[in-house]
């Protein structure tokens, strides 16, 4: 799984971040690069600090992110090979 | 914004739509000197039973992309604990009557579709965004895009 680094990142500065639940947080590797209102936003910063080197948005939760699928994924990461 | 009629497959609703690199992604290209990558059009099942849109994974290979982000998912054989997927962000372009609608940014997740005749699922994510009418005495579907 990729954006390990940045997933600590979030794990680490979680307390803080709750203040702004609901919210989009961008993390790269061990900076939180700010917090935004809207997914687009986030994504335009990551982009802006990390070029083309992956970063994470993440909205903010005390709970995961979850979705739901009534049929079965073939669950394989394209990025890993 | 478009106003599509879709033929009920045997699969389902299919809607040909266009997938690209975010909007963000384009620009850190260009900026970068690369060349952007053509939007790939894709046929996707309109699926009410899955609440994000998911793409197949040569379509994100051709696009290049990393992912932005992880979701928890939960399917019919997942149990009781979700299982950890990436998501990637992309563009969306959906043609029909009317205008154009782009969707700049939005997150997908990826996964393998090669042997079901499609390239992916239409999920509520960006259904939140449309009236459907599913006419099943007509066979016909319909989309409104807001």
Redesign the interface.
């Known amino acids: 799984?990729?954006?390990e680094r940045e997933?600590d990142t979030y794990k680490r500065n979680m307390l803080a971040l709750m203040a702004s639940e609901g919210k989009f947080a961008v993390i790269f590797k061990d900076d939180v690069l700010g917090v935004y209102d809207s997914?687009?936003d986030a994504?335009?910063k990551?982009?802006e600090v990390a070029?083309?080197e992956?970063?994470?948005?993440?909205k903010i939760s005390a709970t995961?992110?979850?979705?739901?699928?009534?049929?079965?994924?073939?669950?394989?990461?394209?990025?890993s090979h | 914004m478009p106003h599509v009629a879709l033929n009920n497959t045997p699969s389902g609703p299919i809607i040909q739509v266009s997938i690209g690199v975010s909007v963000m992604h384009y620009d850190a290209m260009v900026a970068a000197g690369m060349s952007p990558i053509t939007p790939i059009k894709v046929n996707l099942l309109v699926d009410t039973g899955a609440s994000s849109t998911n793409i197949d994974t040569n379509i994100i290979k051709k696009l290049g992309i990393m992912p932005t982000g992880t979701v928890s998912v939960h399917t019919p054989s997942t149990g009781a604990t979700p299982k950890e997927m990436d998501l990637y962000a992309v563009s969306m372009f959906i043609s029909g009557y009317g205008p154009m609608k782009v969707i700049q940014a939005m997150p997908v997740i990826a996964t393998d579709f090669s042997s079901q005749g499609i390239d992916g699922l239409l999920g509520r994510d960006v259904l939140s965004h449309a009236h459907m009418t599913y006419d099943g005495m007509m066979d016909i579907v319909t989309i409104s895009f807001i």
Do not use: H, N, Q, W
């Open positions: 799984m990729a954006l997933k997914y687009e994504l335009k990551g982009y070029k083309l992956p970063f994470l948005v993440k995961d992110d979850l979705v739901y699928f009534s049929r079965d994924l073939k669950i394989e990461c394209p990025t």
